[in-house]
Nanobody, 122 residues
Framework: DVQLVESGGGSVQAGESLRLSCSTS????????TGWFRQTPGQEREGVAT???????RYIDSVKGLFTISRDSSSSIVYLEMNRLKVEDTGMYFC?????????????????WGQGTQVTVS
């Protein structure tokens, strides 16, 4: 099984930045679609950014130009750089992976999940 471990969350003021990291000791990222999702209490888990096997990237509209997903294949780490954070970006952020070339934003289609890291923007 793929095990994912997130880090980098915290409490920041609106307008500040955070960088989340997702690490794994499993097969190289080039074999998996990877993504970042977030969830707030009472809400469904929503896809934020994904990067597919070929390096193609997608973002939800609300984070375009603000968040950047990247992948360091040599170290099997996926990052989410979040700039100019807003209060509405608050939530638990999860790293996810699936062994498929497609990267849907529907969380139900993903197989592997980390435990999450909390991001609080005030």
């Amino acid at each position: 099984d793929v095990q994912l471990v997130e880090s980098g969350g915290g409490s920041v003021q609106a307008g500040e930045s955070l960088r989340l990291s997702c690490s794994t000791s499993s097969p190289p990222w080039k074999a998996y679609c990877t993504g970042w999702f977030r969830q707030t209490p009472g809400q469904e888990r929503e896809g934020v950014a994904t990067i597919d096997i070929d390096g193609h990237i997608r973002y939800i509209d609300s984070v375009k130009g603000l968040f950047t997903i990247s992948r360091d294949s040599s170290s099997s780490i996926v990052y989410l750089e979040m700039n100019r954070l807003k209060v509405e970006d608050t939530g638990m952020y999860f790293c996810a992976a699936r062994r498929d070339g497609l990267c849907p934003f529907d969380s139900r289609d993903w197989t592997y999940w980390g435990q999450g890291t909390q991001v609080t923007v005030s």
